[in-house]
């Protein structure tokens, strides 16, 4: 993962009201494997903004990648 990853959430997050699936973008990198994440609405809101693990957030791709 690197900064400005569009990601998803693997996990449901009830404390913080965001459900696995919603979409993030990494922001900073704090660590090795912990990340910066904000989430923002449609119109460019930010409605939560939280340090996550890599383990808790996958990458999305919007084009096909070629194989390592």
Sequence with gaps: MK???V????TDLPEHDLIKGQVG???EELAPE???????DV???TYASLTLNESQLMVLHHKKEQAA
């Design 3 to 5: 900064l400005l990853d």
């Design 43 to 45: 119109d460019g809101q």
């Design 25 to 27: 973008t990494l922001v």
């Design 7 to 10: 990601v998803a959430l693997t």
């Design 34 to 40: 912990i990340f910066e994440v904000e989430f923002c």
